[in-house]
C-alpha cells in the first residue's frame, strides 16, 4: 500500500499500526468459538472436581470455584483464605466462601503446599463473582507426593459441561 499522505512513516506509526492489527486478530480469534475451546485448552488448561472447584494445569497450580459455583452461590462478601504453607491433602477443605444465600467450604482436589493465596479477595470478596475461573482464584499449591496422580480422576471441560448439565 502506497503511503499517499505527505508525512513519511515512521517506525513508531508502523509499530502502532501493527500492534493495532495484532490486537484486531487476537480479539477476533478470542471471540471465535471455534478457536475459544482450542485457546483454553492449550493456555488454561483446567481440571474439575464435582464439587465445583477447578485447578489449572500450570506450574503453579491455581485453584478456584467454578462459574457455576459462584452463580449458585449469588454475591459473594467474604473469602476465608487458606493459610499459607498449610500441608493439604486431596479433599481437604482450605477456606470458605460466604455469600448472601449460603456458606460453602473450599475443597482441594490434590495434596500439596500453599504456597499463595489471592489477598484481594480479602478486601474484594466480589472478584470471585466477576472472575471466579480467572481474577477469582483461590490459592496455588504446590504438589506433594502424588498429586499429579490425583489429577487423573479430575474431569475435563467437556466433562464437566455434561455432569453441571444433567
Not at 500441608?87 to 456458606?103: F, H
Not at 480467572?134 to 489429577?151: T, Y
Request: charged share 25%; hydrophobic share 35%.
Amino acid at each position: 500500500m502506497a503511503n499517499t499522505s505527505s508525512k513519511p512513516i515512521t517506525t513508531t506509526t508502523a509499530d502502532q499500526r501493527l500492534q493495532k492489527l495484532c490486537s484486531r486478530f487476537v480479539l477476533e480469534l478470542t471471540l471465535n468459538p471455534h478457536t475459544q475451546s482450542l485457546i483454553h485448552r492449550t493456555v488454561f488448561e483446567k481440571k474439575y472436581t464435582k464439587d465445583h472447584e477447578w485447578i489449572e494445569l500450570n506450574d503453579d497450580k491455581t485453584q478456584g470455584i467454578t462459574t457455576y459455583a459462584a452463580s449458585a452461590l449469588g454475591d459473594v462478601v467474604y473469602v476465608e483464605l487458606p493459610t499459607l504453607d498449610l500441608q493439604v491433602s486431596a479433599g481437604d477443605s482450605i477456606g470458605a466462601v460466604e455469600s448472601v444465600k449460603s456458606a460453602s467450604d473450599i475443597m482441594t482436589p490434590v495434596g500439596g503446599k500453599i504456597v499463595a493465596t489471592n489477598e484481594v479477595l480479602e478486601q474484594k470478596p466480589a472478584t470471585i463473582n466477576k472472575g471466579p475461573e480467572g481474577e477469582g482464584w483461590i490459592a496455588r499449591i504446590e504438589l506433594e507426593g502424588k498429586g499429579e496422580g490425583e489429577m487423573e480422576g479430575l474431569m475435563g471441560l467437556e466433562e464437566y459441561r455434561k455432569f453441571v448439565e444433567e
